[in-house]
């Protein structure tokens, strides 16, 4: 065999041999260490207090699994029935999993982790035991304060205040009465562990959630920007005559290129009137020549999320009076994106805001009063925050993220949204940008920038050809 023969021979092993080596979800996220260091964190408040928590179960049908919020946020572990203690006396973390079940792996998962030295030596921990020895570990624990969760866990497409809402209905429903599994799971680590006090473990994770890594914010970036070349593909196939789920099907596609798991939230694609719903999803109208679509959607990427909204015509040019209503909206709008700084209260930034706010309108030529009426209705909303405790939302493992109200200034490594709306209520129309905010050292920056929000890039983004376009075609 001459040389370049077996220099061949070698490529085309190689990536064969790299292809065997198995990927296990969650490890392939972020290294050992940033779970390890937020352990650590997490250590230090719970003093020789011990937290324990569990992970999701398997879905319920042909879904992908994917681990609850707060047990991904501490472990890095997906897979499901997992349980996770972290000891703040012996500094020493132990997670608990199933055992190896060849048939599930063979005939349809794929290698899983399973207890022994090799899963721990990849999650950074120092025990990857059993399942069934944890009953064992909970009865030593006996006595001893057990920082768990109380509130419901978070998955995909989630944030807290979605299943907390719906366990208290389940609870409240005379014809169903259930407990969570949260609380369930809380009854039986009691009893397993007499004496001990059970403590919610979820304010203690919140607050450490709030302010993100450098890792989180560059997940967090590759969202948002999975996030804006789906708007902005959707842009440039938005037509007349197409329905609001049509413009879906064009970001999922995005999303599902750049590896997304799925979508973080349902998507609010809205037309004509439905603009007036800040949250309407229903995704059924066919967009109309004149209409103004406003278009909210972001992926789950790696477990971490995006939020980022835009308003377009429909036939790709702004009427005189849309760009009237849209322009307005967008200086009273990039008046408060201006005004955020670092070490500053949201009250501050609100009063930052509504000084610019009046200067616009005074200096704005309208000619419609009805959006004049708009506009000043929103300045007075402000105008009357100027105790504001938050701008918008924080965005992370969850679209609308935890620890939102635990500080009082806007510091670094906090992002969150802006989202004001504006609307003509007799007219239910309503405009509503939205933007990714990263409180930085020197003040902020805007994750989403690049997404089109002035009039004559949107329009130009929208006289390009879109995927409809592109779509293959069967032949006659």
């Known amino acids: 065999m001459t040389r370049r023969l077996v220099g061949a021979a070698i490529l085309c092993v190689l990536p064969v041999a790299m292809a065997a080596q198995p990927v296990f979800p969650g490890t392939d996220i972020l290294p050992a260490e940033e779970f390890a260091a937020r352990r650590a964190a997490l250590i230090s408040r719970i003093g020789n207090g011990v937290a324990v928590i569990q992970g999701a179960t398997e879905r319920g049908g042909e879904e992908p699994f994917r681990q609850n919020n707060q047990f991904f946020y501490l472990t890095g572990l997906v897979e499901p029935r997992a349980i996770a203690v972290i000891d703040g006396a012996s500094k020493r973390t132990a997670v608990f999993v199933l055992p190896r079940d060849e048939r599930r792996e063979t005939r349809n998962y794929g290698p899983a982790l399973v207890p022994g030295a090799e899963t721990a030596r990849l999650l950074g921990v120092d025990e990857a035991l059993p399942r069934d020895e944890f009953a064992r570990v909970a009865a030593a624990l006996a006595g001893r304060t057990i920082y768990t969760p109380f509130r419901e866990e978070v998955l995909g497409s989630q944030s807290s205040g979605d299943p907390t809402r719906l366990a208290r209905s389940n609870r409240e429903d005379p014809w169903d009465g259930r407990l969570s599994r949260e609380a369930v799971f809380r009854e039986k680590l009691q009893a397993a562990a007499p004496g001990a006090t059970l403590t919610d473990l979820d304010p203690l994770l919140d607050a450490m959630r709030a302010v993100k890594s450098p890792r989180e914010i560059a997940l967090i970036r590759e969202a948002t920007r999975i996030t804006g070349l789906g708007i902005m593909e959707v842009m440039r196939d938005a037509r007349p005559g197409m329905h609001e789920y049509e413009l879906q099907a064009v970001s999922e596609f995005v999303f599902k290129k750049h590896g997304a798991y799925g979508p973080s939230y349902f998507a609010l694609v809205a037309t004509g009137r439905n603009t007036y719903y800040t949250h309407y999803h229903r995704n059924t109208a066919v967009l109309q020549d004149g209409d103004l679509v406003q278009y909210d959607y972001a992926p789950d990427y790696k477990y971490y999320q995006s939020d980022v909204t835009r308003v377009f015509p429909a036939n790709g040019r702004f009427t005189p009076r849309q760009r009237e209503f849209y322009t307005i909206y967008l200086r009273l709008y990039q ?142």
């Not at 949204?417 to 050292?441: K, N």
């Not at 920056?445 to 949107?458: G, H, M, Q, R, T």
């Open 335 to 476: 008046a408060l994106m201006t005004s955020i700084t670092v070490h500053v209260t949201p009250g501050d930034v609100v009063s930052r805001a509504v000084r610019k706010m009046d200067r616009i309108m005074a200096e704005f030529q309208f000619t419609d009063p009805k959006i004049k009426a708009a506009a000043e209705r929103f300045v007075e909303g402000y105008r009357g925050r100027t105790n504001a405790r938050s701008l918008g939302h924080m965005v992370g493992l969850e679209v609308h993220d935890v620890g939102g109200l635990q500080a009082e200034t806007l510091e670094p490594g906090r992002i969150f949204t802006i989202e004001p709306a504006m609307q003509i209520e007799d007219e239910r129309l309503g405009i509503r940008l939205e933007d990714m905010i990263l409180i930085t050292a020197t003040g902020y920056e805007n994750l989403s920038a690049f997404v089109p929000i002035e009039i004559d890039e949107i329009e130009e983004l929208m006289g390009q050809p879109g995927l409809s376009e592109a779509t293959l075609r069967l032949r006659r």
